[in-house]
């Protein structure tokens, strides 16, 4: 099996329309391919185009850290894919400060805009047709940095936290009309993204010391970005049909839990 393979080898998700935020590149791009393995229809967005969008995806250019944003984004995959049955929030990311002091209010505001409320304001907007139709998945993206936050990223795992408490409650709510809503928390994970904001944190003195991923995950290795897509597959799938309001953490047992 290749790391891209769908791993359950079934078309399992045929005829089921998906929107995936950030999906040009890493963790995203992996998801949208794993979705389009299994059948979905996929339309995914990223702030500017790019060539690195997975073939066979729609894409739109979209900033999902204003409500605008979110209202253009909302209405583009109701006329591309004709309404949205399954719904993956990968868009994220923050830069590190060196303390927590040292982090601006503008950009609090941004870790806010775009790890939490941009998940909140497009789900408000694509919940109602979920709600209607009785069914529908949802999966929010966090980052297994909540359980130990760091002053650095603390508007990232702050806004990364917030989000877990909104996609439980929003679990809860919707449960009732067949709608289930789930997060992903992945560790280290090998992306470009990941490896630009260890750049930047490795140039400030508050940084520790550069260790190998078998130094500290269990597992002997940094996650590939199939390990979360394989993930996300499964909690959008019938396979996840009574798993509702959960947070499945997929970090090679490097982090506490609890």
């Known amino acids: 099996m290749t ?16 929107l995936v935020t950030g999906g040009s590149r890493g963790i995203g791009a992996a998801v949208v391919r794993q979705l389009l393995d299994a059948g979905a229809e996929v339309l995914t967005t990223a702030r500017s185009a790019t060539s690195t969008v997975p073939e066979g995806a729609a894409f739109v250019e979209a900033d999902v850290r204003t409500r605008a944003g979110a209202q253009a984004l909302a209405a583009t995959a109701r006329e591309v894919l004709g309404g949205v049955d399954i719904v993956v929030h990968n868009a994220g990311g923050a830069r590190p400060y060196q303390d927590a002091a040292a982090i601006p209010d503008e ?4 870790a806010l ?18 709600r209607e139709r009785r069914s529908g998945a949802i999966v929010h993206v966090s980052s ?7 002053g650095p990223f603390l508007h990232y795992t702050a806004a990364k936290a917030a989000l877990e408490n909104y996609s439980r409650g929003l679990a809860l709510e919707l449960a009732p009309f ?12 090998a992306t470009p993204g990941g490896e630009a904001t260890r750049e930047q944190w490795a140039r400030l003195d508050t940084a520790p010391g550069r260790t190998g991923a078998d130094d500290t995950v269990p597992l002997g290795r940094e996650g590939r970005p199939d390990d979360i897509a394989h993930a996300v597959l499964f909690l959008v799938s019938g396979r996840a049909s009574w798993l509702t309001g959960s947070s499945l953490v997929v970090d090679g047992g490097e982090f506490p839990r609890g």
């Open 3 to 18: 790391t891209t393979e769908n791993v359950s080898g079934t078309r399992e998700l045929e005829g089921k329309r998906a």
């Open 107 to 110: 950009e609090w505001q941004e």
């Open 113 to 130: 805009d775009l790890n939490y409320l941009a998940s909140v304001r497009l789900d408000a907007l694509l919940v109602p047709g979920m």
């Open 144 to 150: 297994a940095a909540v359980h130990t936050p760091m």
């Open 178 to 189: 067949g709608v289930r809503v789930n997060t992903v928390t992945p560790g280290r994970v």
